[in-house]
């Protein structure tokens, strides 16, 4: 989530829309609500350092009246200013994205605690991974950093790589998501997870104990 709420769109976040299958014609007016527990973070980008945000969103839609939470879908798009407050901005549903990113939902998202930001902050950078190369330090998307060099910013960068090794791993699923992208051309993208159809397994003992490891990683590294 980029601090620039003007940041024109780069050959990278274009490429990264076209992974999308042709939206529909659904326009909902969408306003954003960023989640005051996001972690920052300083990006290499094509070369360039780059700040952004990790974190979730509550999305309140004033067309259905509904609310939603979702993460950003679009690295270097900063926040429109329209959809901070209402009428909102009208954002266009559709319903690809590609198989890494389906994995980290099925594999990571159930097991997220909402209230816990270096977990939200470390779904959001491996997220935006799954649009690169899935590699913390290669690709497009490489050398990320702590804006503070907090520990809670360093578990997150560990629970990042941990929702990365697990898609590479080809661990199970622990829930079965229909993942819904919202666009639009002066603000981020986003998406959205409602649960999809199916049997819901519990999270894996795998996942779970590799999360565990990464915060003693976490926290022997904050020692050493």
């Not at 952004?52 to 004033?62: I, P, Q, R, S």
């Not at 790589?161 to 791993?169: G, P, R, S, V």
Request: glycine share 10%.
């Amino acid at each position: 989530m980029n601090h620039s709420s003007f940041f024109k769109k780069s050959a990278v976040a274009l490429a990264a829309v076209g992974l999308f299958a042709s939206a529909s014609a659904q326009a909902d007016s969408l306003v954003l609500e960023q989640d005051i527990n996001s972690l920052a973070f300083t990006v290499n980008v094509g070369g360039q350092q780059d700040d952004v945000v990790a974190g979730v969103f509550n999305v309140d839609n004033l067309t259905t009246g509904g609310s939603f939470l979702a993460f950003c879908f679009e690295l270097l798009q900063g926040v429109g200013v329209g959809s901070l407050t209402p009428p909102g901005l009208e954002f266009t549903a559709g319903s690809t994205v590609n198989a890494n990113t389906q994995t980290l939902f099925n594999q990571s998202y159930a097991t997220l605690d909402f209230t816990d930001a270096s977990a939200l902050a470390g779904f959001q950078i491996a997220l935006w991974e799954t649009l690169d190369d899935g590699n913390l330090t290669t690709g497009t998307y490489k050398n990320w950093v702590g804006d503070t060099g907090s520990f809670e910013e360093d578990l997150a960068l560990l629970v990042a790589e941990t929702f990365l090794d697990n898609i590479a791993a080809g661990l199970p699923a622990t829930g079965n998501y229909k993942l819904t992208t919202w666009l639009n051309d002066s603000s981020q993208d986003l998406v959205q997870a409602t649960p999809g159809t199916g049997t819901v397994p519990e999270p894996t003992t795998a996942l779970l104990g590799a999360l565990g490891l990464a915060g003693i990683a976490a926290i022997r590294r904050r020692q050493a």
